[in-house]
């Protein structure tokens, strides 16, 4: 069972990223109780007034969860890469369910037995904590209920932004193409979700037979937010302790270069190193090392071009690294001298279609292009350097519109014939082991992508091992190199650590 192994190997790994996602979860779906009962509270009495709010709250919870977290990163205080940004997401998704319980809770209570209570001589704020929220509990644990198994899936995806928890391994594997490894993060995070819907369960039956348990249950959640209070301050004296943070984007190649970065800051410089690894595409690493939720990460050379600072595509390697060193250094960052490998975009097709047809060039698939089917990554569909430049210069015209897929997952789509043609990494390990063949650009159209380390200037000010260290690398990794761990990890499974650690070791 390779995944039974996984979890052995791993087992500290593991529990630190359950403890994350039940965090996430918890701290979450505390907040969105302690705002959603009072709004449900108002829009119970004052429905015209609250009909706003839950109009507020439903409109919330039809924006995608990655779009939610996409538009919270520039945002000042609430936004950034890590747990914040991720909490605020879970918060917002969590007030509806509980919103909509409590108004029904409250609604639902018996208008005779308002009119005994203030028979009785009990204010409004008596008749609202001594009989018409106790009578609502019930109702408004099953609104948690629904919030928090909501929480446990959509927290998942906050490790898109480096929040941690169990979507890393979903992400790792995703990029990897291993279901062992997704399985890995799967199965905990379902499981976690059936367990908390259990135990949530079995409090909102409980409270509707014996209110007794009400207090058990607030000393429960009273010990949780204790908890998560001093584990939420832990976390944070490790970035506070001068941690170096070392970030990547969500594809193998990326994983394997921050663990470089990593590995390298560790064994010259003597820093310890915070990993926010699989952070997403290009704009989620580049915001974040901006706000400083990262001190560094690698990029490439055309991306930065193009998508960080929407320049021209020049096709010069030195002067397109000339004019992007100056504008990182406009912004208060440094782009480190390459890495020494070029990883361009790579137009791919399967190996028996390339030595049947006699394809060399993208030239010769275009002539074939209009019975084709192709699949991008949505980073290549938009980019400024992406297929609609590409199209334009080599006069591509497919049988239909391009499908959008996860890079990573793009390469299996091809090699299974779901796609006839994708845009993929010059250096990826999957080329070879999937037998695909990469096509000349013979028109230029690419810009160079030399990888280069981008750090921030201030990081490097303060550290100046932490540079020492990382030039080392600047000239020391190949494209023979990088494809031969992209293929260590993606075709033969091996841990990146691993992989790192033996290059390494190599120098």
């Known amino acids: 069972?390779?995944?039974?192994?996984?979890?052995?190997?791993?087992?500290?790994?593991?529990?630190?990223?359950?403890?994350?996602?039940?965090?996430?979860?918890?701290?979450?779906?505390?907040?969105?109780?302690?705002?959603?009962?009072?709004?449900?509270?108002?829009?119970?009495?004052?429905?015209?007034?609250?009909?706003?709010?839950?109009?507020?709250?439903?409109?919330?919870?039809?924006?995608?969860?990655?779009?939610?977290?996409?538009?919270?990163?520039?945002?000042?205080?609430?936004?950034?890469?890590?747990?914040?940004?991720?909490?605020?997401?879970?918060?917002?998704?969590?007030?509806?369910?509980?919103?909509?319980?409590?108004?029904?809770?409250?609604?639902?209570?018996?208008?005779?037995?308002?009119?005994?209570?203030?028979?009785?001589?009990?204010?409004?704020?008596?008749?609202?904590?001594?009989?018409?929220?106790?009578?609502?509990?019930?109702?408004?644990?099953?609104?948690?209920?629904?919030?928090?198994?909501?929480?446990?899936?959509?927290?998942?995806?906050a490790a898109a932004i480096g929040a941690g928890g169990l979507g890393e391994y979903i992400y790792r594997g995703l990029s990897m193409v291993d279901t062992t490894v997704i399985l890995a993060g799967a199965i905990p995070a379902a499981g976690l979700a059936v367990a908390v819907d259990g135990l949530l369960l079995w409090v909102e039956r409980s409270l509707a037979w014996r209110r007794r348990r009400v207090t058990r249950a607030a000393v429960a959640v009273a010990v949780l937010a204790i908890a998560v209070v001093l584990l939420s301050s832990s976390l944070a004296a490790r970035k506070a302790s001068g941690a170096i943070v070392i970030g990547s984007k969500n594809f193998t190649e990326q994983l394997i270069l921050g663990e470089l970065l990593a590995q390298t800051i560790e064994r010259n410089a003597g820093l310890s190193v915070d990993r926010r690894l699989n952070l997403g595409g290009t704009l989620i690493c580049d915001r974040a090392l901006i706000a400083g939720d990262i001190d560094a990460y690698v990029e490439y050379t055309g991306t930065a071009l193009t998508a960080v600072f929407h320049e021209p595509v020049v096709g010069d390697a030195a002067r397109v690294f000339d004019i992007v060193r100056d504008k990182y250094s406009r912004t208060g960052r440094t782009l480190l001298a390459p890495l020494g490998f070029n990883n361009t975009f790579a137009i791919l097709v399967r190996g028996r279609d390339a030595r049947t047809l006699g394809l060399r060039t993208i030239d010769?698939?275009?002539?074939?292009?209009?019975?084709?089917?192709?699949?991008?990554?949505?980073?290549?569909?938009?980019?400024?350097?992406?297929?609609?430049?590409?199209?334009?210069?080599?006069?591509?015209?497919?049988?239909?519109?391009?499908?959008?897929?996860?890079?990573?997952?793009?390469?299996?789509?091809?090699?299974?014939?779901?796609?006839?043609?994708?845009?993929?990494?010059?250096?990826?390990?999957?080329?070879?082991?999937?037998?695909?063949?990469?096509?000349?650009?013979?028109?230029?159209?690419?810009?160079?992508?030399?990888?280069?380390?981008?750090?921030?200037?201030?990081?490097?000010?303060?550290?100046?091992?932490?540079?020492?260290?990382?030039?080392?690398?600047?000239?020391?990794?190949?494209?023979?190199?990088?494809?031969?761990?992209?293929?260590?990890a993606d075709a033969e499974h091996r841990d990146i650590r691993t992989i790192v650690r033996e290059f390494l070791a190599a120098r």
């Open 364 to 488: 010769d698939a275009a002539r074939l292009a209009a019975r084709w089917r192709a699949g991008f990554g949505y980073e290549f569909l938009e980019r400024p350097d992406g297929y609609q430049g590409l199209a334009k210069a080599y006069d591509l015209r497919f049988a239909a519109a391009p499908s959008v897929m996860d890079l990573t997952l793009s390469y299996r789509a091809l090699a299974s014939g779901q796609v006839d043609l994708i845009a993929g990494d010059a250096t990826a390990g999957l080329i070879k082991g999937l037998d695909l063949v990469q096509l000349e650009d013979n028109r230029r159209y690419f810009p160079p992508y030399d990888a280069a380390v981008v750090a921030r200037g201030e990081t490097l000010l303060k550290h100046p091992e932490m540079r020492v260290a990382l030039e080392r690398l600047s000239g020391r990794v190949s494209a023979a190199d990088m494809r031969a761990m992209n293929y260590a």
């Open 1 to 157: 069972m390779r995944l039974i192994a996984f979890w052995s190997a791993h087992r500290a790994e593991l529990v630190a990223l359950v403890a994350q996602h039940v965090l996430l979860v918890a701290v979450s779906t505390l907040a969105a109780v302690a705002v959603a009962v009072p709004l449900g509270i108002f829009a119970a009495r004052r429905p015209r007034l609250g009909a706003p709010l839950t109009a507020i709250a439903n409109v919330v919870q039809t924006v995608p969860s990655l779009a939610m977290f996409g538009f919270l990163l520039p945002v000042p205080l609430v936004g950034g890469v890590g747990a914040r940004a991720a909490l605020v997401v879970l918060t917002l998704y969590g007030l509806l369910p509980i919103v909509r319980t409590t108004i029904a809770g409250l609604r639902g209570i018996d208008p005779a037995i308002r009119e005994a209570a203030l028979a009785m001589g009990m204010t409004d704020g008596e008749l609202l904590r001594l009989v018409e929220l106790p009578l609502a509990l019930p109702s408004i644990i099953a609104g948690i209920r629904v919030a928090a198994v909501v929480g446990v899936g959509s927290a998942t995806i």
